[in-house]
């Protein structure tokens, strides 16, 4: 793999060449899993909010691939540790796709095992990221009879106030259903259909 392959930006902090070639460098060892991708970014940023805290750096690596975007984010006090853990978590994320590639591609169909109780649902499943015989498994099933339109704010307030971490609503401005998320890093983001879906 080239670095001319890998397209690398820097966000709030100076470009430096030593931490183009350490990515490069790591994910060249990536390269059979990679042959697929149709585009890979790097992202090294560093907030201002949080200079001297212990998560200063974070890297994020996005790759495309013909059935899907594979996403990797990693904060830390240390660039180089950030990238090692993230291209090991994308190696076993790309392992998982490349071993799925029948189903990604609709040769097999997909398996989802339902909650025997709702209890279930909130038993920590062993380290998810391994994806060792892993299928996912629906905990709660919920039919949403309402769904008037919402503006933005009041979305938000509404998972807010039901304590969760997403909620999906029809928004009031493009009457659209629209997924309202909470990021781990403060504030939300909005998932909405592009125009003409």
Same mark, same amino acid.
């Given at each position: 793999m080239l670095e001319k392959d890998i397209r690398i930006s820097f966000v709030g902090m100076d470009p430096t060449?030593?931490?183009k070639k350490y990515v490069v460098e790591k994910?060249?060892?990536k390269e059979s899993l990679l042959n697929q991708a149709t585009s890979i970014e790097v992202f090294f940023k560093q907030s201002r909010f949080t200079?001297? #805290?212990?998560y200063d750096f974070r890297v994020d690596i996005n790759v495309k691939l013909p059935e899907t975007l594979i996403r990797v984010e990693e904060t830390g006090s240390d660039m180089y540790v950030n990238i090692d853990t993230a291209v090991e978590v994308l190696g076993r994320r790309l392992s998982r796709y490349s071993d799925m590639k029948? #189903?990604?591609i609709g040769e097999k169909p997909w398996k989802v095992l339902e909650a025997e109780s709702e209890l279930e649902a909130f038993v920590e499943e062993d380290e998810v990221d391994d994806y060792v015989?892993?299928?996912p498994k629906i905990g709660k099933r919920k039919i949403v009879e309402d769904m008037s339109p919402l503006e933005e704010g009041e979305a938000i307030e509404r998972m807010e106030m039901a304590g969760y971490d997403q909620y999906l609503f029809r928004s009031k401005k493009?009457?659209?259903?629209s997924m309202l998320y909470r990021r781990k890093n403060g504030g939300y983001g909005l998932v909405e259909p592009k125009e003409g879906i």
């Open positions: 060449e030593p931490l994910l060249s060892k200079k001297g #805290v212990d029948e #189903v990604w015989d892993y299928t493009s009457g659209k259903i």
